[in-house]
C-alpha cells in the first residue's frame, strides 16, 4: 500500500509520541456522564421551582378561605410564637364548585364541545390522511408541509381570521347574499358552531399527522391481500384498514381533546356569551371575580378530569416507541 | 373506486381550503383601502403605514421579539441538557419525576399553567421579595419553563436515530468528555437545536394565556394587543400585521427548505 | 518495556451487564506486532471485549494491561489505542482530512505537524487526493480506508478493528483484506481483529482466539485451529466438518480403534492420550481430507466407509457431494476437479468408497 516516497519503515521508526504517557499507571476513569450529570442540575431546579412548585401552590390555594388580602386568600399553615402550630385547610371549594351546578354545567359542557370538535376533527382530518397516505412520495411531502404550514403563523392571529369570514357582515354572508343564495345573513360568528369551527381548523394537523404516519406504514400488500381474499373496497376497508388505523385515530383523537379542553382562544374569540368553556369560565373568574381559591380548585378538577385521557396518550405513545424500536 | 377518489379529493380540497381561506381572505382584506370587509375599496398599503406609526404596537412587537429570543435561547440550552440526560445518563435521581415534570408542560392547559405560575410568583414575591415586579422577566421564565419541554421532544427524536459510534470515535480518539460534546454531540444535534429553538420562539411569540397571567402592568406583548383588540371585531390594521408575520413565516420555511434541500444534495 | 512483554494482557477479565455474563474470565495474551483475531458468532461476548480493550466498557473484575501497564481503569481518550468501528463512525461534518487530524488535534499537536502526519497518512492509504472531501462523498471502499487512517495516524500501540471489512461487498473485500494485512506487515503495529467471518480471520490473522459464549474456546494460528479444533463448537464453527460419535473398542500406542454407530463401520483416530475402551469419544473429518472413488481405495491405514452419492454441488473448481451411508448417516466429501472433463466421473445415486487417512481424522474432546 505504501508508496515510494511514503516509506513505511519510516513511519514506523518514528517515535510514539502519545501526548499522555503510558509509563505511569493511568488515573482512575472520570466518569464521562459528570458534566452532564452537574449541568442538568441547573433544568432540574428550573422545573423543581417552576413547574411543580406553582403546581403545589394551587393545591394550596385550593384548600384555603377567600380573604380581602394581598394575597386574597388564608395561609395552610398557621406559625405561632412557637413555629408551627396548625394547618388550616377547607374542601369548601370544592363543595361550593358542586353544590353549586354552574361549575358542573360548565365541566360538562367542555367535555362535550371538546368531544364534539375531536370527531368533526376526526371525519375531515381522516380521509384527508388518508389521501395523503395514497399519494407517490414527492406530492406526500408536499401535502403534508401545506397542513403543518399554518401551525407556524400565529394561533391567535388565525382564530382572528375567521371573524371576518363568519361575521354577519362578513366576507361568507356577503358572498351568499350577493349571490341571492339567502336573503338575511347567516348568525356563524359568536355561536357554539363558531367554536366547533375553529376547533377542527386549528386542531386538525395534530389529528392528521398521527393519522397519516399509522396510514403511510399500513402495508398496501393488505388491502391488495383482502381483496384478493374477494373483500370488497369498502369491506377491506372496515376490516383492514380502519382496525389497523386505530392506534392513529386513538393519538390524534387525544391530541385534539385534550387542549380542546382547556381552549381560551377560541371561545374567547369565536363563541358567544352563552358558550361555556372552562377556560373562559376560568379566565373570568380570575381576571374578573378574583376568586383565586375557587379558581384553584376549579384547575385541580379540570386536571382530575384530564389526567385518564393525558394517561391514556402516554401509555399509546410508549407502546408505538416500543413498536418502532 | 373511481367513486371513492373522487369523494377523496373532494374532502381534501375541502380540508385544505378550510386551512388556507382564512389566511388567504386576510391578506387579501390587509390590502383594502375600505374599513369594512364586505367593500372592496381598491388596493392599498395605508394599514401598514399606520402600524409603523402605532407606538404601542411597535414597542409591544419589540418586547414580544425580545421575550422570545431569550426565552427560546434559555430554553434550547435548558431543554437539550434534559433530553441529553434522559438519554444517556443510566442513574437519574428522581428520573420518572423529571420525566414526568418535562412532559405534563405538553398536556397542560395553558390557563392552568398561567395561573399557577402567577400564583408562583406572587408567593414567591412576599416571602423572598422576588421577583419584585411582574413583567418581561416572568414572562420570559413562564415561556422558558413550557417551551422547554417542546425542545426536549425535538432533541429526544434526533438523538434515538443519532449513530452513537460518532461520540465514541471521538472519544477514542483522544477527546475529552466535554470536547467530544462540542466537536460531535452539538454538531449532529444541530438541526434538532435549530428547530427546537425555532419552535420555542414560536410558542413565545404565540403566547396569549400564560403571558396574560404573569404578566404585569407595563408590559404588553403583541398577543395582549391583538386579543385586545380583536374582542371586538376586525380590524384592518391586524390584518397588516397578520400578513407580514405570514409573509416572515413563508420566507423562514422556504429557507429553512433550501437549507435542508442543499445539504440533501450535498449528501446524495 | 522489554520486547518480550506482550503488547496486551488480559487476565482473567469479566463482564457481566445487569446479571447477564457477557465475557466470562478471559485470559489471553497477544505479542507485538501480531495481527489477531477474535472469532466468533453474535453474541458470544467478543465486541465487549473489543469494548474493554478500548476504554468503552467497564470489567466486572479483571485486568488489562497494555504495553505492561495497568489500562483496566483507564478512560478511552487516554489510551494507546484506537478502534475502527464497525460503521466505521467517520464525522460527517468534517472533511477526509479533518476526520483523520481529529486525534492530532484533540493530542494538541501544532498544526503544522499535524497537516504533514494527515498528508503522510493519506497517501499511504491512497487517499491524497480525495482529503477536502466529506465522507458521504465516499465510495464505502473509501470510507473504510478514511477510518483505518484516522486511527492509524495517532500511531497507536494497539489497533483494534471491529468487523472492518464487514460492510464491503464481496469483491472489494477479498482484495481490502490482503491490503490491510500487507499495512499491519508494513507498519507492524499490533493489531487486533474482531469477526464473525472464519474466512476473513484465516485470511487475516496470524493467531486467532475462537470466543464462545464469553470463553475463550481455543487460540492458535489458522492452521492449527483448522487442523487441530480444541473441541467440538471450534471444530463445527471453523469451516464445514462431518462430526461422528464413536464408543472406544480399543486404545493404546498412541491411537484409538472406535465404533461409530452413526457410521455402522470401525474407525481407527490417532490420539495421544485416547480414553480407556468403552469411552466415548467424538471424531472429526474436513470434506477435503476425504477421498471419494467408485473402486475400493487402495493404500495403508486408512478409514473406508461405503455410501450412495444423495446430492451434489459442482461448483468449477470444486465438486462438494453428500454421501448417505447405510446406516442413513450423511457425510459431507468435497473433491478438487483436477481433470479437464465435461462429464462427472461420479454422479448421482452412484455407490461410492469414501476413505481418509487416519492421521486425518481429528478427535475431539467434548
Known amino acids: ?325 | ?268 | 518495556m522489554n520486547e518480550a512483554t506482550p503488547m496486551v494482557q488480559i487476565r482473567g477479565l469479566s463482564k457481566h451487564f445487569d446479571g447477564v455474563v457477557a465475557v466470562n474470565n478471559v485470559s489471553l495474551d497477544i505479542q507485538r506486532g501480531e495481527l489477531f483475531a477474535i472469532l466468533g458468532s453474535s453474541g458470544c461476548g467478543k465486541t465487549t471485549l473489543l469494548r474493554m480493550l478500548a476504554g468503552f466498557e467497564r470489567p466486572s473484575s479483571g485486568q488489562i494491561l497494555i504495553d505492561g501497564v495497568d489500562m483496566t481503569e483507564a478512560p478511552p481518550y487516554e489510551r494507546p489505542v484506537n478502534l475502527m468501528f464497525q460503521s466505521y463512525a467517520l464525522f460527517p461534518h468534517m472533511s477526509v482530512e479533518g476526520n483523520v487530524g481529529y486525534g492530532l488535534r484533540k493530542e494538541g499537536l501544532p498544526a503544522a505537524q499535524i497537516r504533514e502526519r494527515v498528508a503522510e497518512m493519506l497517501a499511504l492509504v491512497k487517499l491524497d487526493n480525495l482529503a477536502a472531501r466529506k465522507p458521504d462523498k465516499l465510495s464505502g471502499g473509501q470510507q473504510q480506508r478514511v477510518a483505518l487512517a484516522r486511527a492509524l495516524v495517532k500511531r497507536p500501540k494497539l489497533l483494534l478493528l471491529d468487523e472492518p471489512l464487514a460492510a464491503l461487498d464481496r469483491k472489494l473485500r477479498e482484495h481490502t483484506q490482503f491490503e490491510l494485512a500487507n499495512l499491519q506487515y508494513q507498519l507492524g503495529t499490533t493489531f487486533v481483529v474482531v469477526t464473525h467471518d472464519q474466512d476473513e480471520a484465516m485470511v487475516l490473522a496470524s493467531r486467532i482466539a475462537v470466543m464462545a459464549e464469553g470463553r475463550i474456546a481455543q487460540v492458535g494460528t489458522p492452521a492449527e485451529v483448522y487442523e487441530y479444533p480444541a473441541n467440538r463448537h471450534v471444530a463445527s464453527f471453523v469451516g464445514n466438518i462431518n462430526l461422528i460419535d464413536g464408543v472406544v473398542t480399543d486404545a493404546g500406542a498412541g491411537r484409538a480403534t472406535l465404533r461409530c454407530e452413526a457410521l455402522n463401520a470401525s474407525l481407527s483416530v490417532v490420539c495421544e492420550d485416547a480414553p480407556a475402551a468403552g469411552a466415548a469419544l467424538c471424531i472429526a473429518v474436513r470434506p477435503e481430507k476425504i477421498t471419494i472413488s467408485r473402486a475400493a481405495p487402495e493404500g495403508q491405514d486408512r478409514n473406508v466407509v461405503k455410501g450412495v452419492v444423495r446430492d451434489l454441488g459442482y461448483f468449477g473448481d470444486q465438486s462438494l457431494y453428500r454421501v448417505r451411508l447405510s446406516s442413513g448417516t450423511v457425510l459431507q466429501v468435497s473433491a478438487q476437479n483436477l481433470r479437464r472433463s465435461a462429464s462427472l466421473t461420479i454422479e448421482w445415486d452412484d455407490e461410492v468408497y469414501l476413505s481418509w487417512e487416519v492421521a486425518s481424522t481429528i478427535p475431539l474432546r467434548s
Open chain 1, 1 to 325: 500500500m505504501g508508496s515510494g516516497q511514503h516509506d513505511p519503515a519510516a513511519f514506523l521508526s518514528q517515535p510514539c509520541e502519545h501526548t499522555r504517557q503510558v509509563s505511569a499507571p493511568a488515573k482512575k476513569a472520570t466518569d464521562p456522564q459528570l458534566w452532564l450529570r452537574r449541568a442538568l442540575r441547573m433544568p432540574y431546579l428550573w422545573l423543581l421551582l417552576f413547574f411543580l412548585a406553582p403546581f403545589l401552590i394551587i393545591l394550596k390555594i385550593s384548600v384555603a378561605e377567600p380573604m380581602i388580602a394581598q394575597p386574597p386568600f388564608s395561609a395552610l399553615l398557621v406559625w405561632g410564637a412557637h413555629g408551627l402550630q396548625g394547618i388550616r385547610a377547607t374542601f369548601e371549594n370544592y363543595s361550593f364548585l358542586f353544590r353549586d351546578g354552574y361549575y358542573g354545567i360548565i365541566v360538562l359542557s367542555s367535555l362535550k364541545m371538546a368531544a364534539i370538535g375531536t370527531v368533526l376533527c376526526l371525519l375531515l382530518g381522516y380521509p384527508m390522511a388518508y389521501f395523503i397516505a395514497r399519494q407517490p412520495p414527492r406530492r406526500r411531502q408536499m401535502l403534508l408541509l401545506a397542513v403543518i404550514l399554518p401551525f407556524w403563523i400565529s394561533f391567535l392571529l388565525r382564530v382572528y381570521a375567521w371573524i371576518g369570514l363568519l361575521d354577519n357582515h362578513g366576507i361568507i354572508n356577503h358572498a351568499l347574499m350577493s349571490m341571492g343564495i339567502i336573503h338575511k345573513p347567516l348568525a356563524m360568528l359568536y355561536n357554539d358552531f363558531a367554536v366547533y369551527l375553529g376547533i377542527v381548523y386549528s386542531y386538525l394537523p395534530f389529528m392528521i399527522l398521527p393519522l397519516y404516519s399509522t396510514l403511510e406504514r399500513l402495508n398496501v400488500d393488505l388491502l391488495d391481500a383482502a381483496a384478493d381474499l374477494g373483500a370488497r373496497r369498502w369491506r377491506a376497508f372496515v376490516d383492514v384498514t380502519l382496525p389497523l388505523s386505530m392506534p392513529g385515530i386513538l393519538g390524534g383523537c387525544l391530541l385534539v381533546f385534550i387542549p380542546a379542553v382547556g381552549e381560551f382562544t377560541i371561545p374567547a374569540l369565536l363563541g358567544g356569551a352563552d358558550t361555556l368553556m372552562i377556560g373562559r369560565v376560568m379566565w373570568d373568574e380570575f381576571f374578573v371575580s378574583r376568586d383565586w381559591p375557587v379558581a384553584s380548585a376549579v384547575s385541580v378538577v379540570l386536571l382530575l378530569l384530564l389526567i385518564a385521557p393525558i394517561l391514556w396518550f402516554q401509555h399509546l405513545q410508549n407502546r408505538e416507541h416500543e413498536a418502532g424500536s
Open chain 2, 1 to 268: 373506486m373511481r367513486r371513492r377518489s373522487i369523494f377523496l379529493i373532494s374532502v381534501a380540497c375541502f380540508g385544505y381550503a378550510l386551512l388556507y381561506m382564512p389566511i388567504v381572505s386576510v391578506v387579501v382584506y390587509s390590502f383594502n383601502a375600505s374599513r369594512l370587509v364586505t367593500l372592496w375599496g381598491g388596493f392599498s398599503t395605508r394599514w401598514y403605514v399606520s402600524l409603523l406609526s402605532d407606538d404601542k404596537l411597535l414597542a409591544a412587537a419589540f418586547l414580544s421579539l425580545r421575550i422570545a429570543v431569550v426565552s427560546a435561547t434559555l430554553a434550547t440550552a435548558l431543554g437539550a441538557i434534559v433530553a441529553l440526560a434522559l438519554h444517556r445518563v443510566r442513574r437519574i435521581p428522581g428520573r420518572i419525576l423529571l420525566s414526568g415534570m418535562i412532559t405534563a408542560p405538553l398536556v397542560m392547559p395553558e390557563i392552568i399553567t398561567g395561573l399557577s405560575l402567577l400564583f408562583l410568583f406572587i408567593s414567591m414575591a412576599s416571602l423572598i421579595g422576588w421577583p419584585a415586579s411582574r413583567g418581561a422577566l416572568t414572562i420570559t421564565i413562564a415561556h422558558v419553563t413550557f417551551s422547554m419541554a417542546y425542545v426536549v421532544v425535538v432533541v429526544r427524536s434526533r438523538l434515538a436515530v443519532m449513530d452513537e459510534s460518532l461520540e465514541e470515535a471521538a472519544m477514542d480518539l483522544g477527546g475529552r468528555p466535554l470536547a467530544v460534546f462540542f466537536d460531535v454531540t452539538v454538531p449532529m444535534l444541530l438541526p434538532a437545536l435549530l428547530s427546537g429553538w425555532l419552535l420555542a420562539f414560536t410558542l413565545s411569540l404565540d403566547d396569549l394565556v400564560i403571558s396574560s397571567f404573569v404578566s404585569g402592568p407595563g408590559a404588553t406583548t403583541l398577543p395582549m394587543l391583538i386579543f385586545a383588540k380583536v374582542k371586538l371585531g376586525v380590524t384592518p390594521d391586524i390584518n397588516a400585521i397578520t400578513t407580514i408575520i405570514i409573509g416572515l413565516v413563508i420566507v423562514a420555511v422556504t429557507t429553512a427548505g433550501l437549507v435542508t434541500n442543499r445539504r440533501k444534495a450535498a449528501s446524495a
